[in-house]
């Protein structure tokens, strides 16, 4: 495999050079096994950004982050806040499904970084919502479980934009008690974006 694009590699890309380079990538092994690749899906201009772990079984077939189950719970907690899904910038920290869902490998983050940064560059947003400890985890450099890193704001290394952990819906499904500090999450999301600015375009 090729190694990891470097972020001068992708840097000066735009939405629809950026797009085809994900959909032509082969820099991993996971490449041999997708459907096709999940680069992500919203408003190009968000207040707000969500960034999942990786697509699953429906995301590789149907292209698109968050759908099923745990897409229709995330468009809930959205909506919650007074969000829609076309009003936020969707994407994962890996564009192709690790077969059988497991958990992403170092060197597959490693070679998906640059792309996720360059969305996050092209957004601009105010806001990323983490879901996941894999995506938090990946975001922020750091071995602490998702439940130590939820409940308060941090910085995208790098960036500059602000941070904020949750869990994922997918083990809110699995774990619904854990959806009361869900919800504290995301009122301390929205408390960094209200009064300037409804986390849609801008």
């Known amino acids: 495999m090729a190694p990891p694009l470097s ?102 983050l490693a070679a998906c970084r640059p792309y996720l940064e360059r969305q996050i560059a092209l957004v601009r947003p105010r806001l990323l919502l983490v879901v996941g400890r894999i995506a938090a985890q990946a975001l922020l450099a750091s071995d602490e479980p998702i439940g130590r890193l939820r409940g308060r704001v941090h910085e995208l290394p790098g960036l500059g934009v602000p941070l904020v952990p949750t869990y994922h819906p997918a083990y809110l499904l699995r774990s619904p008690d854990q959806k009361r500090r869900a919800w504290q999450d995301l009122l301390l999301a929205r408390s960094l974006t209200v009064g300037d600015g409804d986390g849609g375009p801008r």
């Open 7 to 108: 972020k001068g590699a992708v840097a000066d890309l735009e939405w629809e050079e950026l797009e085809a380079t994900v959909a032509t990538c082969r820099l991993c092994g996971l490449c041999d096994g997708r459907k096709q690749t999940v680069f992500g899906c919203g408003a190009r201009d968000a207040d707000w950004m969500i960034v999942g772990e990786a697509p699953g079984a429906e995301e590789d077939r149907l292209g698109e982050p968050f759908v099923g189950a745990a897409g229709k719970l995330l468009d809930a907690m959205l909506r919650a806040v007074g969000l829609a899904r076309e009003q936020v910038f969707i994407a994962n920290t890996l564009k192709c499904r690790p077969p059988g869902n497991r958990d992403p490998h170092v060197d597959e």
